[in-house]
């Protein structure tokens, strides 16, 4: 069974740019989150899809982050325009059912953001 | 405000000995806790869970041990192996929401 998979891995860009990250969740999962993980600090929620619909976009930071799921399958971010401070890791995770039964959310290896 | 706590960034374990790994959490509306495994240019790895209603759950060398009155769970990995070494991060979720609410995670490293 294939993983969760990001694209890219590393992005560099100038403030003011636009980025958009891709994640592609494990087939199946019809949870999938957005994570991410800033120098030093801990990794933070930004946001869990459910299929298609926004479950819950609590943790994202400001209005510059769009995230969007269409059909239910794979995932993007944007980031627009970029900030320095937006700069870190960010981690797609899915995981198999909303219950508790499926609770283990399983990661991607990151997409990590460097703003200049 | 930081509600995972994990308060030692570093622990150095010889091969073959336990090593414990430690977490503290201050909200008991908590209903799982999960242990990450992470090594570098990667993303975490679950590891184990437990339920907020047991207090030990056992995964061949991985046993994760849960004391709700002191908030407080770890993670004791017997015996070490030098492949453990890795940043491991205490999580915890609640079943309203499923967010994971992570600790700053603590860098084992085993010395063989």
């Known amino acids: 069974e294939a993983g969760v998979t990001q694209f890219p891995s590393h992005s560099v860009i100038e403030k003011g740019q636009t980025v958009t990250l891709r994640c592609d969740p494990i087939?199946?999962?019809?949870?999938l989150y957005w994570y991410r993980r800033v120098m030093g600090k801990e990794i933070k929620f930004l946001l869990h899809f459910v299929k298609e619909s926004k479950q819950d976009e609590s943790g994202m930071p400001n209005n510059r982050f769009l995230a969007e799921r269409t059909g239910g399958t794979y995932s993007t971010l944007k980031v627009q325009p970029a900030e320095l401070e937006d700069s870190g890791v960010y981690f797609c995770?899915?995981?198999?059912?909303?219950?508790?039964?499926?609770?283990?959310?399983?990661f991607g290896p990151g997409t990590r953001l460097t703003v200049l | 405000d930081q509600q995972v706590k994990q308060n030692s960034p570093s622990l150095s374990v010889q091969e073959g000995r336990i090593s414990i790994l430690n977490c503290d959490y201050t909200n008991s509306m908590f209903d799982y806790f999960l242990w990450y495994k992470k090594y570098p240019a990667e993303g975490p790895t679950f590891l184990i869970s437990i339920s907020s209603i047991k207090d030990k759950n056992e995964d061949g060398r991985f046993t994760v041990f849960l004391n709700k009155s002191a908030k407080h769970l770890s993670l004791h990995i017997v015996p070490s192996q030098p492949g453990d070494s890795a940043v491991y991060f205490c999580a915890a979720l609640r079943k309203s929401n499923y967010k994971l609410t992570f600790g700053k995670g603590t860098l084992l490293t085993v010395n063989p």
């Open positions: 087939s199946g999962h019809d949870n």
């Open positions: 995770a899915s995981s198999r059912s909303p219950g508790l039964a499926g609770h283990e959310q399983f």
